[in-house]
């Protein structure tokens, strides 16, 4: 046995509590395949609506995705398990540890974060409301949202290679309204459509973390 496979063997066992349709948990497992850590954490799902899913212990929030670490402890949300992760693997690959282009970064992916927050959010209402019940008013007000987030980056598309927190957490946003189609994006963003398939192209862990059809 060689090193490497005697350090995996002793070190010990995480688990990540997501779904693979989560867009917030693609970005965690997007994190680990990147930074070859896939082989030591074990996925299990979790129902967020299932009062007795262990996940509102693991997280009071009951909101996914959550890292459950070998003493018992979690780490919760997508951007604290992602730097959680860079942290483990010895890495500043991701994000950088400091100086301002860490809070860019971070600016950037809290901006992809906010077009899947309000993309669930669209999602939820048509899934939970009856159609007479639903609001007009909110889902405009949640399209407006990730209207002009989608603008800035369109208007300035980040460098996808190589990929960085914001670069996973835009491409997850992305492909989430592809997969869940709250709200038709391609034909006004030409730029960021191209970027999407470039970064498919150059990022293998964006077409291994697809969620299922």
């Known amino acids: 046995m060689n090193p490497t496979e005697q350090r995996a063997e002793k070190e010990p066992e995480l688990i990540l509590r997501s779904t693979l349709t989560s867009p917030y948990g693609r970005k965690v497992r997007m994190a680990m395949d990147i930074l070859g850590l896939s082989a030591r954490i074990k996925i299990i799902p979790a129902d967020t609506l299932d009062e007795a899913d262990t996940l509102r212990q693991q ?83 949640q399209r407006g949202k990730i209207t002009r987030a989608l603008s800035v980056f369109e208007q300035s598309p980040p460098d996808g290679n190589p990929s960085t927190l914001a670069t996973i957490a835009l491409a997850c946003a992305l492909g989430y309204l592809d997969w869940r189609k709250p709200m038709a994006w391609r034909p006004d963003h030409p730029q960021l459509t191209q970027w999407l398939a470039r970064y498919a192209e150059q990022e293998p862990s964006f077409s291994r973390t697809q969620a299922p059809t």
Not at 74 to 102: C, F, N
């Open 59 to 141: 997280n009071p929030l009951g909101k996914m995705p959550c890292l459950l670490l070998p003493d018992g402890s979690a780490i919760y949300d997508s951007r604290v398990i992602v730097e959680y992760l860079q942290d483990l693997a010895g890495s500043d690959r991701l994000l950088p540890l400091r100086g301002a282009q860490r809070f860019r970064t971070l600016t950037m992916a809290t901006l992809a974060d906010g077009i899947a927050d309000a993309a669930l959010l669209m999602v939820y209402e048509s899934r939970f409301r009856p159609p007479e019940h639903m609001s007009q008013t909110w889902l405009d007000h």
